[in-house]
C-alpha cells in the first residue's frame, strides 16, 4: 500500500489533546508520523507518497457511530452494508457498530462474521454488536464468548428491550465476564403500546398515543439498579451498562446518578434528539417519527446540558434506513427512524459547537475517541502514531446544504433534507484507502 | 350566476338572516391551507433553508418521491393541501366559518329541485376506513342532495383488504375521476397523506383521535339556532358570524375526551368565536394537558360544578374499541358523570343538549335526557346534512372543473 501525506492542514484529536497544525503520515493502513508542517516533506518524497493538501481544513480521527442499523442480512432493500458504509464514509465515520435487529436477528457467531466478510464489500469498518438474547425474544441470553470471538463489540436487543429483570441480569453479568457491554434500549414497552410520538399536550392535539418520558427512565433506573445489585456481590464486576439514544432529562439524571456513585454506565445521545423537537412532527411528518421520540424542548435543552457537562459519552446516529413506500403511509403506522450518518457532523458542529459554544475538540470527542472507548475499539477514534489510518477532512467553516436525493444511503427517509449545515466533509479515509472525495462525488 | 341555481337571502333554521355572498366572495377564500398551496407549487419542496430552532418543518416531499401521474384536471399531486380540503378547523379563519355557515343557509333555502342542478354529474368519494353510519349516509345524501355522483369504497373493499395503501386508493380514486374524496379513517392525520398523495380537496369525516370538523360546524349551527335572542340580535346586526358571537356561551363537553376527535374540533372552533369549552372528566379520559389544545379551554373534572356555567353540554360517547389498556370503572363513571333528569334539572335546567352520536343511552346520558326538550340530537343531525352540502360545495366550487361538466352554478 502506497503512503500518504496530509499536509497543511489543522489537526484535532481529541484522544491525544492535539489541536494544532500538523502535518500526517499514512502507511500500510496506519498513522506512521505526525510532525510540524513541512517536516515530512524529504520522506514522502523518497517514499514517492501520494499527497493530499489540507490547507484551510481540519483533519481530524474518522469518526466512530456505535448505533446504526445496516438492515443486511434481511433487508437490503431498505440499505446494505455496502450502501450503509457509503453513506458512513461520506458523513465522515470510519467506524460503525451495526445493531443486531436484522432478518434473522444476529444471535449467532455465523451471522456476526458473514457481516464483516469482504462480500459485503463494506466501505469502512464495520463491528456487529449481537443480539443480548436468542432472537432478541428476552427469554434466553446468547452465547457470548462465541459471539466475541467472531468480532461481536456489544450485546443489545435494540428495539426490543430486555424487561425482564433476571434475564437483564443474567446479561450484565454474562457480558461482563467476556469484556463486552450491555447496550439497552430502554423503552418499557409494557406502557407504550400503540404510542408513535411524545406523550403531553402535542401528542394529545394530533390524537396521537404517547409515550411517557417514565418509559425511558423506568427501564434506565431499574438497569442501573441491577448493575448496582451486581457489584454488590462482586465488587470486582466489570459490568457495563450502555443506555442507547438517551432521551430524557430524567433518564440522564439517572445515568449522572449512577456515574456519581461510581457504576459503570455510559450512554449516547442521537443528533435527531439535540436538533429537534416534537414540533418537526407537524402535520404528521413521519420523517419525524422515531423511536424514542422526539421530545419536548425542556428534554432537548437538558441532553445538551449532558453533553456539555459529560455526562453523555457519545453521540450516536441510530441510523434507520426505511423504504420510501414505507415512511409513505399513516403516522402511526409508519416505521420508527431516520437516516443519520451523512448530517451528525453537520448538526452537531450546527447545535454544539456553533449554537452552544461547545470547543471543536470536545465535539469531535464525542464522534470519535470517547465512542471508540465506550466500545473498546482498539486504534480506532484516534490519530495517535500507530493507531489505524481512519480520517476525515473537513472545513469546520464552509456550510452546505445537505440533499436527501443525493444521499448515498439506500433510503431518504430524513426530517434534514435542505438543512444547511457546518462542517463540509471533503474526505475521508479508511485504514488509509480514500473511501469519500468530495471532488469525485460532486455533480 | 345561471338561472338553474339562483339563490335568494335566507334564514339560519328560519330565525337568523344571513347576509347573502355572491360567488365572487369564494374566489377570495385565503385560508390556510391556500398559503401552503401558494409556495408548494413547481417541485413540491421549497429550496429554502429550514430554520432549525424554529422547529417548523413543514411536510416535504422530495422530486424524488415523486410519482408521473397522467394529469386529468390540471392539479397535480404536488404534496400541498387543496383550499378546498376541511381536515382541521385550525385551518379555518372565522370568515371561512362565515363562508361556510352562509353557504349552508343560501344551499338550505334552496328549492330542492334547484339545489339538485347546483354540482350535477360532479364525482365524490366517500372512503371509509371506519364503519359508520351517521356520517356516511350524511354525507352521501349531501352530495346526492347536490346532483353530484358519488361513490363509496369501504375497508371492506378488495383492494384495500389486499393491502393496497392509502396513497394508492386516492390515487386511484383520482384517476376514475373523483374530484373531491370524504375520508373516514382510524389513523390520526391520515387525511393529510391522502391530501398530499392526490391534490384533491379532501373532506375530513373523522380521522382517529384528531378532528371531525364537519361535525364541529354542525355542532356550531345547532348553537347558534338556539342563541338567546340578545345574542341573535347582535348576529342579525353584523350579519355574519364574528369572533364574539358566542360571547358569553360555556360548551362543556363531558366524557372520553381523550379519544374524541368532536372534542378536539369543537375545542378549536367554538372559542375561536367567543365561547368557553369546558372539558369535564376523569384522569383517565381527560389528562391535564387536554387544557393546552388552545385558548378559551379549561377542565373541571367536577361534573356538577361544570354544568352549573354550561349553556350547551355535549355528552360524548366512551369509546370503548381505543381504550387498549386503560382501565375504567363503568358503574363509577355512571355515577359521576351520567347525565340524568336530577342532575340537569338541578344545575343546568336551560342548557341545550347535544351528543355526536352514537348515544348509548344508560351509560353516558339517560333516555330521558335523549328524548327530553333539553335534547338537540336530531336537529345535529338535521344541521349535519346541510353543512356537509356546504362543505362539499367549497371544495368541488375550489376544484378545477372539466369541460364537459361545466358548472351551472356561474
Ligand atoms: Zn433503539
Given at each position: 500500500?502506497?503512503?500518504?501525506?496530509?499536509?497543511?492542514?489543522?489537526?484535532?484529536?481529541?484522544?491525544?489533546?492535539?489541536?494544532?497544525?500538523?502535518?500526517?503520515?499514512?502507511?500500510?493502513?496506519?498513522?506512521?508520523?505526525?510532525?510540524?508542517?513541512?517536516?515530512?516533506?524529504?520522506?514522502?518524497?523518497?517514499?514517492?507518497?501520494?499527497?493530499?493538501?489540507?490547507?484551510?481544513?481540519?483533519?481530524?480521527?474518522?469518526?466512530?457511530?456505535?448505533?446504526?442499523?445496516?438492515?443486511?442480512?434481511?433487508?437490503?432493500?431498505?440499505?446494505?452494508?455496502?450502501?450503509?458504509?457509503?453513506?458512513?464514509?461520506?458523513?465522515?465515520?470510519?467506524?460503525?457498530?451495526?445493531?443486531?435487529?436484522?432478518?434473522?436477528?444476529?444471535?449467532?457467531?455465523?451471522?456476526?462474521?458473514?457481516?464483516?466478510?469482504?462480500?459485503?464489500?463494506?466501505?469502512?469498518?464495520?463491528?456487529?454488536?449481537?443480539?443480548?438474547?436468542?432472537?432478541?425474544?428476552?427469554?434466553?441470553?446468547?452465547?457470548?464468548?462465541?459471539?466475541?470471538?467472531?468480532?461481536?463489540?456489544?450485546?443489545?436487543?435494540?428495539?426490543?428491550?430486555?424487561?425482564?429483570?433476571?434475564?437483564?441480569?443474567?446479561?450484565?453479568?454474562?457480558?461482563?465476564?467476556?469484556?463486552?457491554?450491555?447496550?439497552?434500549?430502554?423503552?418499557?414497552?409494557?406502557?407504550?403500546?400503540?404510542?408513535?410520538?411524545?406523550?403531553?399536550?402535542?401528542?394529545?392535539?394530533?390524537?396521537?398515543?404517547?409515550?411517557?418520558?417514565?418509559?425511558?427512565?423506568?427501564?434506565?433506573?431499574?438497569?442501573?439498579?441491577?448493575?448496582?445489585?451486581?457489584?454488590?456481590?462482586?465488587?470486582?464486576?466489570?459490568?457495563?451498562?450502555?443506555?442507547?439514544?438517551?432521551?430524557?432529562?430524567?433518564?440522564?439524571?439517572?445515568?449522572?446518578?449512577?456515574?456519581?456513585?461510581?457504576?459503570?454506565?455510559?450512554?449516547?445521545?442521537?443528533?435527531?434528539?439535540?436538533?429537534?423537537?416534537?414540533?418537526?412532527?407537524?402535520?404528521?411528518?413521519?420523517?419525524?417519527?422515531?423511536?424514542?421520540?422526539?421530545?419536548?424542548?425542556?428534554?432537548?435543552?437538558?441532553?445538551?446540558?449532558?453533553?456539555?457537562?459529560?455526562?453523555?459519552?457519545?453521540?450516536?446516529?441510530?441510523?434507520?434506513?426505511?423504504?420510501?413506500?414505507?415512511?409513505?403511509?399513516?403516522?402511526?403506522?409508519?416505521?420508527?427512524?431516520?437516516?443519520?450518518?451523512?448530517?451528525?457532523?453537520?448538526?452537531?458542529?450546527?447545535?454544539?459547537?456553533?449554537?452552544?459554544?461547545?470547543?471543536?475538540?470536545?465535539?469531535?470527542?464525542?464522534?470519535?475517541?470517547?465512542?471508540?472507548?465506550?466500545?473498546?475499539?482498539?486504534?480506532?477514534?484516534?490519530?495517535?502514531?500507530?493507531?489505524?489510518?481512519?480520517?476525515?477532512?473537513?472545513?469546520?467553516?464552509?456550510?452546505?446544504?445537505?440533499?436527501?436525493?443525493?444521499?448515498?444511503?439506500?433510503?431518504?427517509?430524513?426530517?434534514?433534507?435542505?438543512?444547511?449545515?457546518?462542517?463540509?466533509?471533503?474526505?475521508?479515509?479508511?485504514?488509509?484507502?480514500?473511501?469519500?472525495?468530495?471532488?469525485?462525488?460532486?455533480? | 350566476?345561471?338561472?338553474?341555481?339562483?339563490?335568494?337571502?335566507?334564514?339560519?333554521?328560519?330565525?337568523?338572516?344571513?347576509?347573502?355572498?355572491?360567488?365572487?366572495?369564494?374566489?377570495?377564500?385565503?385560508?390556510?391551507?391556500?398559503?401552503?398551496?401558494?409556495?408548494?407549487?413547481?417541485?413540491?419542496?421549497?429550496?429554502?433553508?429550514?430554520?432549525?430552532?424554529?422547529?417548523?418543518?413543514?411536510?416535504?416531499?422530495?422530486?424524488?418521491?415523486?410519482?408521473?401521474?397522467?394529469?386529468?384536471?390540471?392539479?397535480?399531486?404536488?404534496?400541498?393541501?387543496?383550499?378546498?380540503?376541511?381536515?382541521?378547523?385550525?385551518?379555518?379563519?372565522?370568515?371561512?366559518?362565515?363562508?361556510?355557515?352562509?353557504?349552508?343557509?343560501?344551499?338550505?333555502?334552496?328549492?330542492?329541485?334547484?339545489?339538485?342542478?347546483?354540482?350535477?354529474?360532479?364525482?365524490?368519494?366517500?372512503?371509509?376506513?371506519?364503519?359508520?353510519?351517521?356520517?356516511?349516509?350524511?354525507?352521501?345524501?349531501?352530495?346526492?342532495?347536490?346532483?353530484?355522483?358519488?361513490?363509496?369504497?369501504?375497508?371492506?373493499?378488495?383492494?384495500?383488504?389486499?393491502?393496497?395503501?392509502?396513497?394508492?386508493?386516492?390515487?386511484?380514486?383520482?384517476?376514475?375521476?373523483?374530484?373531491?374524496?370524504?375520508?373516514?379513517?382510524?389513523?390520526?392525520?391520515?387525511?393529510?397523506?391522502?391530501?398530499?398523495?392526490?391534490?384533491?380537496?379532501?373532506?375530513?369525516?373523522?380521522?382517529?383521535?384528531?378532528?371531525?370538523?364537519?361535525?364541529?360546524?354542525?355542532?356550531?349551527?345547532?348553537?347558534?339556532?338556539?342563541?338567546?335572542?340578545?345574542?341573535?340580535?347582535?348576529?342579525?346586526?353584523?350579519?355574519?358570524?364574528?369572533?364574539?358571537?358566542?360571547?358569553?356561551?360555556?360548551?362543556?363537553?363531558?366524557?372520553?375526551?381523550?379519544?374524541?376527535?368532536?372534542?378536539?374540533?369543537?375545542?378549536?372552533?367554538?372559542?375561536?368565536?367567543?365561547?368557553?369549552?369546558?372539558?369535564?372528566?376523569?384522569?383517565?379520559?381527560?389528562?391535564?394537558?387536554?387544557?393546552?389544545?388552545?385558548?378559551?379551554?379549561?377542565?373541571?373534572?367536577?361534573?356538577?360544578?361544570?354544568?352549573?356555567?354550561?349553556n350547551v353540554v355535549m355528552m360524548l360517547r366512551i369509546q370503548k374499541e381505543r381504550l387498549a389498556g386503560l382501565e375504567i370503572d363503568l358503574e363509577e363513571y355512571i355515577e359521576q358523570y351520567?347525565?340524568?333528569?336530577?342532575?340537569?334539572?338541578?344545575?343546568?335546567?336551560?342548557?341545550?343538549?347535544?351528543?355526536?352520536?352514537?348515544?348509548?343511552?344508560?351509560?353516558?346520558?339517560?333516555?330521558?335526557?335523549?328524548?327530553?326538550?333539553?335534547?338537540?340530537?336530531?336537529?345535529?343531525?338535521?344541521?349535519?346534512?346541510?353543512?356537509?352540502?356546504?362543505?362539499?360545495?367549497?371544495?368541488?366550487?375550489?376544484?378545477?372543473?372539466?369541460?364537459?361538466?361545466?358548472?351551472?352554478?356561474?
Open positions: 500500500m502506497t503512503a500518504i501525506l496530509i499536509q497543511g492542514g489543522h489537526l484535532v484529536d481529541p484522544s491525544t489533546g492535539m489541536d494544532e497544525r500538523r502535518d500526517l503520515y499514512i502507511r500500510d493502513g496506519r498513522v506512521a508520523a505526525l510532525e510540524l508542517p513541512g517536516k515530512l516533506n524529504a520522506l514522502a518524497k523518497k517514499e514517492r507518497a501520494k499527497i493530499v493538501d489540507a490547507t484551510g481544513m481540519v483533519v481530524a480521527p474518522g469518526l466512530v457511530d456505535i448505533h446504526v442499523h445496516l438492515r443486511e442480512p434481511g433487508q437490503a432493500y431498505k440499505e446494505t452494508i455496502a450502501s450503509g458504509t457509503q453513506a458512513a464514509a461520506a458523513g465522515g465515520f470510519t467506524s460503525v457498530c451495526a445493531m443486531p435487529n436484522t432478518s434473522p436477528v444476529n444471535d449467532s457467531p455465523e451471522t456476526t462474521r458473514w457481516m464483516q466478510a469482504a462480500d459485503r464489500h463494506a466501505a469502512v469498518h464495520v463491528f456487529p454488536i449481537a443480539a443480548a438474547t436468542l432472537g432478541s425474544r428476552g427469554e434466553a441470553v446468547a452465547d457470548y464468548k462465541s459471539l466475541q470471538a467472531a468480532g461481536a463489540v456489544a450485546v443489545s436487543d435494540d428495539g426490543k428491550p430486555i424487561l425482564d429483570d433476571s434475564i437483564m441480569l443474567e446479561a450484565l453479568a454474562q457480558a461482563a465476564r467476556v469484556g463486552l457491554p450491555v447496550i439497552q434500549h430502554a423503552e418499557d414497552t409494557r406502557v407504550t403500546q400503540g404510542a408513535s410520538m411524545n406523550a403531553g399536550a402535542l401528542a394529545f392535539s394530533l390524537g396521537l398515543r404517547g409515550m411517557s418520558v417514565d418509559a425511558e427512565s423506568g427501564i434506565v433506573e431499574r438497569d442501573i439498579e441491577l448493575l448496582a445489585r451486581l457489584r454488590k456481590s462482586d465488587p470486582a464486576s466489570r459490568a457495563h451498562l450502555h443506555v442507547a439514544h438517551l432521551s430524557t432529562a430524567k433518564a440522564l439524571e439517572a445515568v449522572r446518578r449512577a456515574k456519581h456513585s461510581g457504576l459503570r454506565v455510559t450512554c449516547e445521545v442521537a443528533p435527531h434528539h439535540f436538533a429537534l423537537t416534537q414540533a418537526a412532527i407537524g402535520d404528521y411528518n413521519t420523517d419525524a417519527k422515531m423511536n424514542p421520540p422526539l421530545r419536548s424542548e425542556e428534554d432537548r435543552l437538558a441532553l445538551i446540558g449532558g453533553i456539555v457537562d459529560g455526562t453523555v459519552d457519545a453521540i450516536a446516529t441510530d441510523h434507520a434506513p426505511h423504504a420510501l413506500h414505507e415512511k409513505e403511509q399513516e403516522f402511526e403506522r409508519a416505521p420508527n427512524g431516520i437516516i443519520g450518518l451523512e448530517t451528525a457532523l453537520g448538526l452537531s458542529l450546527l447545535v454544539l459547537h456553533r449554537q452552544h459554544r461547545m470547543p471543536l475538540t470536545r465535539v469531535l470527542a464525542l464522534l470519535s475517541s470517547q465512542p471508540a472507548q465506550v466500545l473498546h475499539l482498539k486504534h480506532r477514534g484516534s490519530l495517535a502514531v500507530g493507531s489505524f489510518a481512519d480520517v476525515v477532512l473537513f472545513r469546520p467553516n464552509d456550510d452546505w446544504q445537505f440533499r436527501a436525493s443525493e444521499s448515498k444511503s439506500k433510503s431518504r427517509n430524513t426530517p434534514f433534507d435542505g438543512w444547511k449545515l457546518p462542517g463540509r466533509i471533503q474526505m475521508t479515509m479508511s485504514e488509509g484507502r480514500i473511501v469519500h472525495d468530495v471532488r469525485l462525488s460532486t455533480k | 350566476m345561471a338561472p338553474f341555481c339562483h339563490r335568494s337571502g335566507t334564514m339560519l333554521n328560519g330565525s337568523m338572516p344571513i347576509k347573502r355572498k355572491t360567488a365572487a366572495n369564494k374566489a377570495g377564500r385565503k385560508t390556510h391551507a391556500a398559503k401552503i398551496a401558494g409556495n408548494g407549487a413547481g417541485n413540491g419542496h421549497s429550496s429554502s433553508i429550514r430554520p432549525l430552532l424554529a422547529l417548523e418543518v413543514s411536510p416535504s416531499i422530495s422530486p424524488r418521491n415523486k410519482i408521473a401521474i397522467p394529469q386529468f384536471h390540471g392539479s397535480a399531486a404536488t404534496g400541498f393541501l387543496h383550499p378546498g380540503s376541511a381536515i382541521s378547523v385550525s385551518h379555518f379563519s372565522v370568515e371561512d366559518v362565515d363562508r361556510i355557515l352562509t353557504e349552508a343557509s343560501e344551499l338550505e333555502a334552496m328549492p330542492v329541485a334547484r339545489r339538485a342542478l347546483c354540482y350535477a354529474k360532479r364525482r365524490v368519494a366517500l372512503l371509509f376506513y371506519e364503519s359508520s353510519t351517521r356520517t356516511r349516509t350524511s354525507f352521501e345524501l349531501a352530495a346526492k342532495s347536490l346532483g353530484a355522483d358519488t361513490a363509496l369504497v369501504s375497508a371492506l373493499s378488495s383492494s384495500i383488504e389486499k393491502g393496497e395503501s392509502l396513497k394508492d386508493t386516492g390515487i386511484t380514486l383520482r384517476s376514475l375521476g373523483a374530484e373531491c374524496i370524504i375520508l373516514r379513517h382510524p389513523n390520526s392525520g391520515a387525511p393529510y397523506l391522502l391530501a398530499r398523495s392526490t391534490g384533491l380537496p379532501i373532506l375530513n369525516a373523522g380521522d382517529g383521535s384528531h378532528e371531525h370538523p364537519s361535525q364541529a360546524l354542525l355542532d356550531l349551527r345547532t348553537i347558534l339556532a338556539h342563541l338567546p335572542p340578545s345574542a341573535r340580535t347582535a348576529v342579525k346586526q353584523n350579519h355574519s358570524i364574528h369572533d364574539r358571537v358566542l360571547q358569553g356561551v360555556t360548551v362543556t363537553i363531558v366524557g372520553d375526551i381523550l379519544h374524541s376527535r368532536v372534542a378536539r374540533s369543537n375545542a378549536l372552533l367554538l372559542p375561536k368565536l367567543g365561547a368557553r369549552v369546558v372539558f369535564c372528566g376523569p384522569q383517565v379520559l381527560l389528562p391535564e394537558y387536554a387544557a393546552a389544545i388552545g385558548p378559551g379551554v379549561e377542565i373541571e373534572r367536577n361534573f356538577e360544578r361544570a354544568l352549573k356555567q354550561s351520567q347525565l340524568h333528569k336530577q342532575r340537569l334539572a338541578a344545575f343546568a335546567p336551560a342548557a341545550i343538549i347535544l351528543h355526536p352520536g352514537p348515544v348509548i343511552r344508560g351509560l353516558e346520558i339517560a333516555s330521558e335526557i335523549t328524548d327530553g326538550p333539553n335534547s338537540a340530537i336530531a336537529e345535529q343531525v338535521y344541521h349535519g346534512s346541510i353543512i356537509r352540502m356546504a362543505l362539499l360545495a367549497r371544495a368541488l366550487d375550489a376544484y378545477p372543473k372539466r369541460n364537459e361538466h361545466s358548472s351551472k352554478r356561474r
